[in-house]
């Protein structure tokens, strides 16, 4: 699924944020990505979504090598990736429905098509119940919940969460990985970013450390 070989990522006038990363992912399975703050996790995953460049070294996606995509390219790219951020990012003027069928609208589906599958992807976060509610009148947790749901709307083939569970506490961040967990079992190949060593130790996957832009 993802290959990297000896990439390495920095910045203009920056120290290295990544160097001589070399590790596979295989389809369809569950892996964390940990390390400090400032370790590279997030340039990491936006070397895999194409948000990023790398300076030097290849990745592999699906048998493609993904640092050599013209910049028309990467559209086709992202939609068989699925992204969950930490802050959300919904639009607080659009209805939660609507939030979910954006990633479906953009690519040209009809409206209606996308509704039916937003409110599919809801059903599967539980909350069908709050389609036509504004972001803004959902907790943390839910708010959460639709991202996931905007991610996985489109059936991607890799998930990609980066620190999903940081402004949750506990038991909510439990059912934020059960809900990863699932979306595995449905054949997603799910890459998390996380500091969060309490939930890694509890439901234990294979990991990939970084430390100051190295593999450990």
């Known amino acids: 699924m993802i290959r990297f070989a000896n990439v390495s990522k920095a910045y203009l006038g920056g120290k290295p944020a990544l160097q001589g990363l070399t590790f596979h992912l295989p389809v369809g ?3 964390y990505l940990t390390g400090h703050s400032g370790a590279g996790k997030s340039t990491l995953l936006k070397l895999i979504m194409g948000m ?3 300076n030097g070294g290849q990745i592999w996606f699906n048998g493609h090598d993904i640092t050599r ?3 028309y390219e990467i559209p086709f790219l992202r939609r068989q990736i699925g992204m969950v951020h930490q802050d959300y990012r919904l639009l607080p003027e659009r209805s939660v429905v609507d939030n979910v069928a954006l990633p479906l609208i953009i690519t040209g589906f009809h409206p209606k098509d996308a509704e039916k599958y937003a409110l599919a992807a809801l059903d599967r976060v539980g909350l ?3 389609a036509n ?3 803004v009148h959902l907790s943390g947790g839910e708010q959460q ?3 996931i749901a905007r991610a996985v709307v489109h059936k991607p083939q890799l998930l990609l969460a980066d620190e999903p569970t940081g402004n949750l506490d506990d038991k909510l961040s439990m059912d934020i990985f059960n809900l990863f967990e699932e979306f595995n079992k449905l054949g997603m190949t799910v ?3 996380t500091h969060n060593l309490g939930l890694i130790q509890q439901k234990p996957k294979p990991c990939l450390v970084l430390e100051q832009g190295h593999l450990r």
């Open 52 to 54: 990023e460049r790398a």
């Open 191 to 193: 890459l998390i970013a």
């Open 29 to 31: 399975s569950m892996t």
């Open 145 to 147: 919940r639709v991202d």
């Open 133 to 135: 509610y504004l972001p």
């Open 128 to 130: 069908r119940d709050r």
């Open 69 to 71: 995509l013209s910049p």
